[in-house]
């Protein structure tokens, strides 16, 4: 069985690429600059969306990256990175999952589009400062789930810090980690000095930042 990551510097991929370096498990890791569809040959035949990540593994492939984090930790589990549904955190675990991208990286994505790689005449600042507000009023509910523990659920690392550190980590790129509350502050300092984290990131090394757009 073969798993193949399509990524973009600092993209969604980096859910699914953090959650395999954290199993150990081999993988090819395809790196294209953003963005891909144009950028890639051949991008949108792999996946019609455009949109990155793609994870091509069992015949099939996938295209959300929380949803790659899951099926990865269920197939080559048991692993303490993932719940199983009789724990007591495992409906806390999936909001997790799913807020990371619906409600947590939902308005990153708009404030570094309309902030950062449109055309400078087509950039919206009332946009940028909106989907800014949004995002650190959503914030808040990282900060409050962190009040006395070091992880989001079980007690110990797994996928959900994954899912949720990933837009910490944009955030931070994007300098609004001054507006981060303490808990929050330390949980980003924390979990991005494990290895497999900084293994991603010097897995990109090659391909331009898109904090220097």
């Excluded at 295209?63 to 048991?78: D, H």
Aim: aromatic share 12%; with cysteine.
């Amino acid at each position: 069985m073969s798993i193949t990551i399509y990524h973009c510097h600092n993209a969604r991929s980096m859910r699914p690429l953090w959650t395999l370096e954290e199993l150990g498990v081999e993988y090819e890791q395809v790196n294209m600059e953003f963005p891909p569809r144009f950028r890639y040959e051949g991008y949108l035949d792999i996946n019609p969306l455009g949109t990155v990540p793609a994870m091509e593994i069992d015949g099939v492939t996938m295209t959300e990256s929380s949803a790659m984090a899951q099926y990865l930790v269920e197939k080559f589990g048991p692993s303490d990175l993932g719940l199983d549904i009789s724990h007591a955190d495992y409906p806390l675990y999936l909001n997790w999952l799913q807020r990371s991208d619906a409600t947590l990286t939902f308005p990153l994505t708009l404030v570094m589009r309309y902030g950062m790689f449109e055309k400078k005449e087509n950039r919206l600042p009332k946009v940028v400062a909106d989907y800014t507000q949004w995002f650190l009023s959503r914030l808040r509910s990282v900060e409050a789930a962190l009040g006395g523990r070091e992880y989001l659920v079980a007690d110990r690392f797994t996928i959900a810090d994954i899912c949720v550190g990933l837009p910490l980590y944009l955030a931070a790129k994007l300098k609004l980690d001054v507006n981060f509350g303490p808990h929050t502050a330390a949980y980003l300092e924390r979990i991005t000095e494990r290895e497999a984290f900084k293994r991603v990131c010097d897995s990109q090394s090659e391909l331009k930042d898109f904090s220097s757009v």
